[in-house]
């Protein structure tokens, strides 16, 4: 992004300023929290607009070589659609700050760019141009060249020309929604650098990376929010800037989920409840939200294998 914002008129402090990245921190190795790369986003389409094509200019910078082990898996993964499920699966390896989903319906295969991230909306066309740019280049390199079928279609009115000519393919301006749209019988094309054994070696390091990244911090930014009384998914996914599926992806990397967090938060609740502040069953439920004791204690009881009256157990 800085690197276009330079070739734009736009200078690196100018791109960094209010994000707390120092112009050194980009000549090495640093970790840049999604809050940052949004500010620096921001910077950017501010300073230099919407219609110069930011998005595509950025999208188009990312190789598949600039995602390490995640792009090796889907190089040598053995059919696009191979490819596809596995680089959705590991998604929160990449840089995609929006939501990505595969849809398969009879002859017709989409990609589409899902804006369930709570990005802002003045960032959004900066955010579709650049997931739409980048996946364009990936399907390029691990098919060879792009499909004849395959077409773009952008909800964004046409803010400038040359989006055919950088996507390599026909772009359809005020569609209903963002996508990669090609036949359905693409998705089942060998790929020419498929090779079983690289690509299963290269998921067992995504996974691993994926438990490294997401753990624990995911879990113990959930565990805050829940302290604060918000348990329900779509709340939970809000205030942490993730989408529902991001969140229970997340959370499943790490061996955990939504739900068993919300019961270890309340159980640890009830527990202190009834045994330090000595409160009856019926306000302990009705503190934690039950709607009736008997649903407090049928929950007490698949937590602690007991009830609130014999607990604890001898």
Not at 202 to 213: D, G, N, Q, T, W
Not at 219 to 232: F, K, L, P
Request: hydrophobic share 45%.
């Amino acid at each position: 992004m800085v690197e276009v914002g330079v070739e734009r008129g736009v200078g690196v402090r100018e791109c960094l300023r209010g994000t707390g990245i120092e112009p050194e921190t980009l000549l090495g190795h640093a970790v840049v929290s999604r809050a940052q790369e949004l500010a620096v986003a921001t910077n950017l389409v501010t300073a230099a607009g919407q219609a110069s094509g930011l998005g595509i200019a950025v999208g188009e910078r990312l190789s598949l070589r600039t995602y390490g082990v995640w792009g090796f898996a889907l190089l040598t993964s053995p059919t696009l659609r191979d490819a596809a499920e596995l680089g959705l699966r590991y998604l929160p390896l990449t840089y995609a700050v929006a939501g990505l989903r595969m849809r398969v319906s009879g002859d017709e295969a989409r990609l589409i760019v899902v804006d369930d991230h709570g990005c802002p909306a003045a960032l959004r066309p900066f955010v579709v141009g650049r997931e739409i740019a980048a996946t364009a280049g990936i399907l390029r390199t691990i098919l060879g060249e792009s499909p004849r079928s395959m077409r773009v279609e952008l909800s964004l009115p046409r803010v400038c020309t040359g989006y055919e000519k950088a996507l390599g393919t026909p772009v359809r301006f005020g569609a209903p929604g963002n996508a990669i749209v090609t036949d359905t019988a693409v998705l089942d094309l060998p790929l020419p650098q498929a090779d079983p054994l690289t690509m299963a070696a290269c998921e067992r390091a995504c996974r691993s990376l994926l438990r490294e990244r997401c753990s624990p911090c995911v879990a113990q930014s959930v565990r805050a929010v829940i302290a604060d009384g918000v348990t329900e998914a779509c709340a939970v996914a809000a205030r942490l800037h993730l989408s529902p599926r991001t969140l229970r992806r997340h959370l499943a990397a790490e061996g955990t989920s939504l739900r068993r967090l919300v019961d270890e938060a309340r159980r640890a609740s009830a527990i202190e409840l009834m045994t330090t502040h000595r409160l009856g069953v019926e306000q302990v439920a009705l503190r934690l939200g039950y709607t009736d004791a008997a649903t407090f204690i049928r929950a007490f009881r698949r937590w602690t294998g007991t009830t609130p009256g014999a607990y604890p157990p001898s």
